[in-house]
């Protein structure tokens, strides 16, 4: 019996690669016998190795091939050749299922040249329309334009991807003993061999938004070393000119390796220290992996409900600001974000027991810290430590949680039809909520008339191109509901994804797509107003 053959597309970043790991264990578990077949940019290829439950690491830049495809600056010619040499050699094409865990138009055409039986994600039809095949996958998608709702860490959202109930509540990665020995020799030929407790320092991230101040870095390994602990600074070969500044203004106090670690030396680092103060980057997430404890410093658009490391017990500082996190493409005018989180706060998160956070409650003016839990079922949470002036609205965010769970796991039926009513007067929402039951109503009539137009045959073609005309009134309101009501704007925002990849090249495939969508929508609706009536009904009983 021949084995199931399962690949998965992730064209991202290490830290993204890293947390698939629990996915990829789901898949390779849910599976009796599998090949688990990772594909990935050639520069995380030997971090993908590393992951254990991956059978097969195949490298390929399809950001380059696509460059080649350029009509004035590429090379036709070496496209071709590239492509035929991959498709050849990788032995990849014709896979029992294909997991696309990046959200580009590169991946989605590679998706579907690879001929799976099933693709889940975004890939392309055979008239090369793009489509998302997967309500999480839609879901995800829908998220990225704005995050302030999501209610989801970016390794539960993968888990989702998978079949079957399996869920991991930790991180991944493979360290060898010559790691641990190549990683020795460096720490000792950089002076630290009479010194081994070392805390991990990692200054830089993928944009200059998401970095702490480098001198507050500085001030953070000389404060250290007078409780008798060295500093160790790591990072790319990009990141290299920054860390020795850090290493120079910190006096010798910490010292920089960056640039000089492969993934595996890195690891075996992070394995061997008592703690690692890094960015929202990769080696917080490889650091999880290896089960070092982490303080994530998250400014600018950095996340840490959405991104920060999985696991148990690491600890998280975010600004406390209404502006942040910001949004990806927000320019940051006033700098707030470093400045607001200080050395103390750092110090005390390295150095001090989180329990004592209630005792001082001062020394935590103008952050929010975090403590990260993961239960057994893969649920992850941020455990607020303190009182800050702007903390997240985690009574809406564990609404919108139950919302996703239910609308696309339980069975279509799980609402029943007295939900349809709307809540009372009154309510924050309420007067949302009515607009977009407006909307269901105005497209379930819409594609019930289109259907009926198409079952009426030829003869019916000025009705159909009226029906297909007022597809996009109700489409349009739906985005524009979006722009105005933000607390109710992530199922708009889904169903706009959704109608944007609808999976038929034909007009009844279509149709029918258009009708599952619709059956969602107002699955969603009902489901957000018995929510919202259960809220009022709270409000109600706790006055009485």
């Not at 599976?31 to 688990?36: I, K, P, W």
């Not at 829908?142 to 869920?167: H, K």
């Not at 020995?181 to 993928?206: C, D, F, I, K």
């Not at 290493?247 to 008592?274: C, D, Q």
Request: with cysteine.
């Amino acid at each position: 019996m021949s084995r199931e053959r399962i690949v998965v597309v992730n064209f991202t970043r290490m830290g993204d690669v890293i947390q698939s790991g629990p996915l990829l264990r789901s898949l390779k578990q849910n599976a009796r016998e599998c090949e688990l077949i990772l594909i990935v940019f050639s520069s995380f290829a030997e971090t993908a190795r590393r992951l254990p439950m991956v059978d097969r690491v195949v490298a390929f830049d399809v950001d380059h091939l696509v460059g080649e495809l350029d009509s004035r600056r590429g090379r036709w010619e070496h496209a071709y050749r590239d492509a035929a040499r991959f498709f050849q050699d990788s032995n990849v094409c014709d896979a029992d299922a294909v997991y696309n865990l990046a959200h580009t138009r590169q991946s989605a055409m590679l998706c579907a040249l690879l001929r799976a039986s099933v693709t889940h994600g975004m890939t392309r039809s055979p008239a090369g329309r793009i489509r998302v095949h997967g309500e999480w996958f839609a879901y995800l998608f829908s998220i990225m334009r704005e995050r302030s709702l999501n209610p989801f860490n970016l390794v539960e959202i993968y888990q989702r991807f998978g079949e079957g109930a399996v869920r991991s509540d930790h991180l991944e990665f493979s360290v060898t003993n010559a790691d641990r020995q190549e990683a020795n020799a460096l720490l000792t030929t950089m002076g630290l061999s009479n010194a081994p407790r070392y805390v991990v320092l990692q200054s830089g991230a993928s944009s200059p938004a998401r970095q702490w101040p480098a001198d507050r870095f500085a001030a953070v390994a000389q404060a250290l070393s007078k409780h008798g602990v060295r500093s160790v600074l790591t990072g790319s070969a990009a990141e290299q000119i920054t860390a020795e500044a850090i290493s120079r203004l910190s006096g010798g106090a910490a010292i920089s390796i960056a640039g000089r670690t492969n993934v595996g030396v890195l690891a075996a680092v992070l394995e061997g220290a008592e703690k690692v103060l890094s960015n929202d980057t990769g080696t917080i997430h490889l650091a999880a992996a290896v089960g070092t404890p982490t303080v994530g410093v998250f400014i600018g658009p950095a996340s840490a409900k959405d991104t920060a490391p999985y696991g148990n017990g690491h600890l998280i500082l975010e600004p406390d600001l209404e502006c942040a996190p910001c949004g990806y493409h927000d320019e940051c005018r006033g700098r707030e974000c470093g400045a607001r989180i200080g050395v103390d706060h750092v110090l005390s998160a390295l150095l001090g027991d989180p329990q004592d956070m209630d005792e001082n409650e001062s020394l935590w003016d103008g952050v929010r810290a975090y403590r990260t839990e993961v239960e057994r079922n893969g649920r992850f949470r941020l455990r607020l430590l303190n009182h800050p002036r702007i903390p997240s609205d985690s009574r809406l965010l564990e609404g919108y949680r139950e919302f996703w769970e239910t609308l696309f796991q339980r069975p279509p039926d799980c609402v029943s039809s007295s939900e349809e009513r709307l809540p009372a007067r009154g309510s924050e929402d309420s007067e949302g909520l009515r607009k977009l039951a407006g909307i269901f109503r105005n497209a379930k009539q819409q594609v019930a008339t289109l259907r009926a137009s198409l079952e009426d045959g030829i003869q019916s073609s000025g009705r159909i191109t009226t029906a297909l005309s007022n597809q996009m009134v109700w489409q349009n309101a739906l985005r524009e509901f979006a722009e105005r009501d933000l607390r109710l704007a992530p199922l708009p925002r889904y169903l706009i994804v959704r109608l944007s990849t609808v999976y038929g090249d034909e007009v009844n495939e279509y149709l029918s797509d258009l009708e599952s969508i619709v059956e969602t929508f107002g699955r969603g609706v009902r489901l957000l107003s018995a929510q919202e009536r259960n809220r009022v009904e709270e409000v109600v009983h706790a006055l009485a």
